[in-house]
């Protein structure tokens, strides 16, 4: 057994691993390096280098979290209505919620943070199939969402929704709009009548 498969080397692990998504929520990739994830997380410097192999391992680390995470929010979100999602608008929220994030705080700033991690990645090709596979699980629950609110979205209709919500988002975005979830909502609600 090595130090970093004991109970105290898996959450010092942990530790770094929300450290590292916490930085990437507020600042991008650029926020994320060994000294800024050690200082956040409380640890020694050489920690970072210990349990990751490379700053590369770390990102990637903290991007499976953070999706899967959100994942697991979002499927719990579905699992918790009582009833099937009736109307557009529930629907409409709902799908809203899984593809730009919970609305926290200044929401044009969380989504437009979302977005620059998710354009950045494709600068990084080791992230791509992390990046595939969950937006692959993602597809899913959106699929699944549409189905228990009685929506008829197959695969191909649902792409074309995506794009139609990260076309508003982008727009919205270099409009300095300080709602581009409005926008999105507004696409998409037409889009879904």
Do not use: C, W
Not at 55 to 68: K, N, V
Not at 73 to 93: C, D, F, K, N, Q
Not at 107 to 131: F, I, N, Q, W
């Amino acid at each position: 057994m090595t130090t970093a498969s004991t109970p105290k080397g898996e959450r010092r692990r942990h530790a770094l691993v929300v450290a590292a998504v916490e930085l990437l929520i507020e600042g991008g990739f650029d926020a994320v390096r060994h000294r800024a994830v050690a200082e956040r997380a409380g640890l020694p410097l050489a920690s970072t280098t210990y349990y990751f192999e490379s700053l590369d391992e770390l990102i990637a680390a903290a991007i499976e979290h953070h999706g899967s995470a959100e994942l697991a929010r979002g499927r719990a979100r579905l699992e918790a209505l009582t009833e099937p999602p009736r109307g557009g608008e529930h629907l409409v929220e709902l799908m809203l919620d899984q593809l730009l994030g919970p609305v926290v705080g200044n929401d044009a700033e969380a989504v437009l943070l979302r977005y620059e991690r998710l354009v950045a990645t494709g600068r990084r090709p080791h992230l791509r199939p992390l990046m595939l596979d969950l937006g692959a699980e993602l597809r899913a629950l959106l699929l699944d969402t549409a189905a228990r609110a009685g929506a008829e979205i197959d695969a191909a209709r649902l792409e074309q929704l995506i794009a139609l919500v990260d076309g508003a988002v982008v727009n919205a975005l270099i409009e300095v709009n300080p709602d581009p979830r409005a926008a999105a909502r507004r696409m998409l609600r037409e889009a879904l009548a």
